[in-house]
């Protein structure tokens, strides 16, 4: 009994350790620091492009990620010894990615604060202040994330903010939210998957051919959604056909077989979706046999009534 309770002694002390003094508990397992590169676009890009900003590196923050960052990405990689590849992974996250605290100013504070506003709706001004309100939204965030709410924006703060997925915004007026299966949360999925099919649908909405139909994307934090397999690592969306009557938001869903299936609508939203993520789409299920013949998009069982976007 002795030699167990001293056993269960020196367990509670290296709990203690562990978990008391700098690993602490987290809500998400896999978080990680995700991979940018060129031709990527979003929040994350936007932060990218502040912390750039914050080691000296001269670029317009955007959102997007061009040849101009890309460009600043392989100086600041050289200057600290990387490979210079201008893809931004888990290293150069890592040296990017500068501690910031209440009281803090400065391009990385900003990037914080796009960050919770982009991901958490945390409506901060974006002004580079650390003030009471960013100290807030980042214990409030870190309480989310289950990673210790000390307002200190570290590495794990970083990884997980990061990380961390973003809702599709339905307000811009380009897009309308479908739950075909129930998962009326399911809207979720990385930033560059969101603010990539965001663009495009923005485009598409010039032509005249109404709005842009999403449905199942995922969850807030990942995981498997009813119905759909493969949508639980926050790349992959679905969006419908268009229709000839532009209607694809309040009329029925139709196949690319329907008379009222407009293929060459189909076919430019397909065109803008790959134009607007270049090099950043890995595939697009959909049966219409002419799209698959031109090299748009890739036969799959089931996927005659929606286009299923894998991003990369």
């Not at 980042?138 to 990061?162: C, E, K, M, Y």
């Not at 663009?199 to 995981?223: I, M, Q, S």
Request: one cysteine or more.
């Amino acid at each position: 009994m002795r030699r167990l309770a001293r056993i269960i002694t020196l367990f509670t002390a290296m709990a203690g350790l562990l978990f008391g003094l700098g690993v602490p508990a987290n809500a998400f397992p896999q978080a990680a620091f995700p991979l940018t590169s060129n031709g990527n676009r979003g929040s994350d890009v936007v932060a990218l492009q502040h912390l750039l900003a914050a080691h000296g590196r001269s670029v317009a923050v955007d959102g997007v990620f061009n040849s101009g960052t890309q460009s600043a990405v392989v100086g600041f990689q050289q200057s600290k010894g990387l490979a210079a590849d201008g893809i931004v992974g888990p290293a150069t996250w890592g040296a990017l990615a500068i501690t910031v605290r209440q009281g803090d100013n400065g391009p990385a504070v900003k990037a914080v604060q796009s960050l919770l506003n982009a991901k958490r709706g945390a409506g901060l001004s974006a002004d580079g202040a650390f003030g009471p309100a960013t100290d807030s939204a980042v214990r409030t965030f870190q309480s989310h994330a289950g990673i210790g709410a000390d307002g200190v924006v570290g590495p794990t703060t970083w990884q997980n903010l990061l990380w961390h997925y973003e809702n599709t915004d339905f307000g811009a007026g380009s897009m309308c939210a479908q739950s075909p299966d129930g998962n009326a949360n399911a809207h979720w999925a990385t930033a560059g998957a969101v603010a990539q099919l965001e663009a495009a649908a923005a485009t598409f909405a010039t032509t005249g051919n109404g709005k842009l139909p999403v449905g199942d994307a995922g969850f807030e934090h990942g995981g498997a959604i009813p119905g759909h397999a493969s949508h639980n690592v926050g790349m992959d969306m679905d969006v419908w056909p268009i229709r000839t009557d532009s209607a694809q938001c309040t009329a029925g869903r139709i196949t690319w077989q329907s008379s009222t299936y407009d293929r060459a609508a189909t076919r430019s939203l397909v065109q803008e979706i790959r134009a607007k993520a270049p090099g950043h789409v890995a595939l697009i299920f959909f049966n219409d046999p002419q799209l698959i013949s031109e090299g748009l998009t890739t036969s799959y069982p089931n996927h005659d009534n929606h286009l299923h976007i894998r991003y990369k």
